[in-house]
């Protein structure tokens, strides 16, 4: 459509399209499919894919829109296609147009969909580029029936077909389509393209069906048997109704959402999977593995998707996306034509030395590992010493959890044989830790109020006035400073929970339950901690862990000291001064002979002011005993 056309068939009120200037040109409508054509040649080159479909895309459709009216006659009612007209052989005779009216294609098509196959395949769309070239075969069928002579390219479109049948992994429909199709070009098996995709798909067969194949087979013959016999369960399952299926396994029939659980991995387990990972993306990838492993943190990396930048997050989220789809679908065709096992069988010697070697490396390798774990184990272990002299038990609780949770659970006893007691040595080191800090300050008096939280080792409680004056503090920053304290305390405690769903040693469960109770303490979520002290407390009498019993009860202490329960606080002060006395630990003794005064003390007040309230109250329900009271004592001054 040009600018004259639209303006003349537009009519009043009518917005002209946004065209370009070229297209302001009463141009034929092939003369566009070759501008358009053009413009998609030239976005190829230039790297932008996408816009170069469109361009070809639009060089395809363009001859077939419709229109009413044809230019230069007087019938405005008849519909012509706004394609390019063919010369009339005299005067009389009618117009008539390039578009085959049976096949629906003109015969510069199969060039546009030629180059769109092949820019489909530099998207890694396999299947899309063979649908565009096999239309392209057949658009191109039809210019040869019309001109009844062989039609240049053809040659190029077979070798387009073979090629996408190739990336869409059937090498046996592209051999057989080479064979069949490719017929008619002999001349070009030897040299030519087809003799270059007649190697590639030789050797594709070569390098998954070759000898690396039955090593393969017979190393695997246990999973290999696993997968066929779910392949021929899957076969033979016949659908039920879902509700008739949940009743049979006892389940709620009538629920409309099906609650699915997240799959849980062990910590050992994800770390296999992200060696296979990398192990995969090295093959396929070579040195850009490390690019293909960027390019999958992009797509949920913050600091590249900023959530408060709504312009530029949404093209950048897709962009990534987009992205790793096409290396993640050029890596699988890689693999498809050259899988792991191959590798690995073209790598190594084969024969009784080429064994012996492959058991000396592992041998050399297993050794290598143990040395490096044992000395990485003793350095933990020093700096952990180091940091319970300096007395900071927090910053203590974090390097034991992140050493703990990233390092060591990935040990096997085959490359830490003394995995059992390392692990003793640590979470004792910490209990320890956690004891140092009961100790009697000095000079400070334990009887005032102000100072319970001195002895119980409590945070002081923060007063905050309810005013704000002008230049003050800002309480927006308080308020994020507060939320991202909540998120980082959750986030720990969502860590820790999927830790202790995979703890099977008692002594780290009860560590796992004391800093989950820990962590509840802190956001004052009292009635969790005492359930989680108790089964932390559970967890090491079963391992008879004195320490660990010690500070679970401790605890629940200062649970009970905060919201001033001093009979409970009592019988626990009492159970922490039995597990003082059995560790032999004179200082923990005297801090809970001390605690246990001190609560004596308050219990007493308590009592006492209790005692009062209620002899009051007493006197102010019962008025006539006290009148009676007050008659007999001026009856008893009367009588001598």
């Known amino acids: 459509m040009s600018w004259s056309s639209g303006l003349n068939s537009g009519g009043v009120r009518v917005l002209l399209p946004q065209l370009r200037p070229w297209q302001r040109v009463e141009w034929r409508s092939c003369i566009q499919s070759q501008i358009y054509r053009d413009w998609g040649v030239y976005y190829t080159r230039r790297l932008l894919d996408r816009t170069a479909l469109e361009s070809f895309g639009r060089a395809v459709t363009v001859c077939k829109e419709e229109e009413t009216g044809c230019p230069g006659t007087h019938t405005p009612t008849s519909v012509y296609p ?25 015969p510069e098509d199969y060039k546009s969909l030629f180059l769109r196959s092949r820019c489909q395949r530099t998207l890694a769309r396999p299947e899309l580029a063979l649908l565009d070239v096999q239309r392209a075969q057949r658009a191109m069928e039809v210019v040869r029936h019309q001109r009844q002579s062989c039609v240049l390219g053809a040659a190029e479109i077979i070798a387009e077909k073979c090629e996408a ?16 199709e490719g017929r008619p070009f002999r001349a070009q098996f030897t040299h030519g393209p087809f003799g270059l995709i007649e190697q590639k798909t030789l050797g594709v067969f070569e390098d998954t069906l070759g000898e690396s194949l039955v090593p393969f087979m017979q190393q695997h013959r246990g999973v290999l048997e696993e ?3 779910r392949q021929k369960e899957q076969a033979a399952h016949v659908p039920r109704l879902l509700r008739k299926e949940l009743r049979d396994r006892q389940q709620c029939d009538v629920q409309s959402v099906l609650v699915k659980e997240p799959e849980r991995l062990t910590p050992l387990e994800r770390a296999h999977r992200r060696l296979s990972e990398r192990l995969y993306n090295y093959n396929c990838m070579g040195r850009s593995a490390v690019d293909v ?10 600091n590249f ?7 530029t997050t949404p093209p950048g989220r897709q962009l990534s996306e987009e992205q790793y789809t096409i290396v993640r679908r050029f890596m699988k065709m890689v693999h498809a034509r050259n899988p792991l096992y191959n590798r690995r069988y073209v790598r190594q010697r084969h024969g009784r030395i080429g064994e012996q070697e492959r058991r000396r490396n592992r041998e050399m390798h297993l050794f290598h590992a143990q040395y490096q774990t044992r000395r990485d184990c003793l350095k933990m272990l020093q700096e952990m010493h180091r940091r319970r002299r300096e007395g900071d038990v927090d910053k203590l609780s974090d390097y034991v959890e992140q050493t703990m949770s990233d390092y060591f659970e990935v040990k096997t006893h085959r490359t830490l044989p003394w995995k059992w007691e390392f692990l003793n040595d640590v979470y004792n080191t910490l209990a320890l830790a956690h004891c140092d800090r009961c100790a009697v300050p000095a000079n400070v008096d334990f009887l005032e109020p102000y100072n319970r939280h001195i002895l119980y080792l409590l945070r ?32 720990k405690l969502e860590h820790l929970e999927n830790r202790l769903r995979h703890s099977r040693y008692p002594i780290e469960r009860s560590y796992l339950f004391f800093e989950i109770a820990r962590c509840h303490f802190k956001e004052s979520r009292f009635d969790k901690v ?13 391992c008879n862990c004195l320490v660990w019993q010690f500070n679970s009860i401790f605890l629940g202490c200062q649970v009970h000291a905060v919201l001033n329960r001093f009979e409970r606080l009592k019988e626990s002060l009492g159970k922490a001064s039995q597990l003082a006395s059995d560790l032999r630990a004179p200082k923990l003794v005297a801090y809970i002979a001390i605690c ?19 002899v009051r109250r007493s006197r102010k329900r019962s008025p006539a005993s006290t009148a009676t009271i007050s008659s007999q004592a001026s009856f008893s001054s009367i009588v001598p």
């Open 165 to 180: 049948l190739v990336d869409a992994n059937e090498f046996e429909s592209a051999l057989t389509t080479l064979y069949m």
């Open 305 to 311: 998707l900023d959530p408060l930048r709504l312009s």
């Open 596 to 614: 246990i005064n001190v609560n004596n003390y308050e219990l007493a007040i308590r009592r006492l002011r209790q005692s009062d309230v209620t």
């Open 293 to 302: 492993a960027l390019l999958r943190r992009l797509r949920s990396d913050r």
């Open 227 to 229: 997968v066929s016999r």
């Open 82 to 106: 706004s394609t390019c007209l063919l010369p009339r052989k005299s005067a009389l005779a009618p117009l008539h147009s390039c578009l085959e009216a049976e096949a629906g294609v003109c």
């Open 530 to 542: 005492l359930v989680l002290a108790r089964k932390a407390f559970n967890e090491a009498r079963k």
């Open 460 to 491: 002081p409680e923060k007063v905050r006035a309810m005013t704000v004056s002008f230049g003050g503090s800002n309480i927006y920053l308080e308020i994020d400073r507060e939320e991202e304290r909540h998120r980082r305390i959750n986030q």
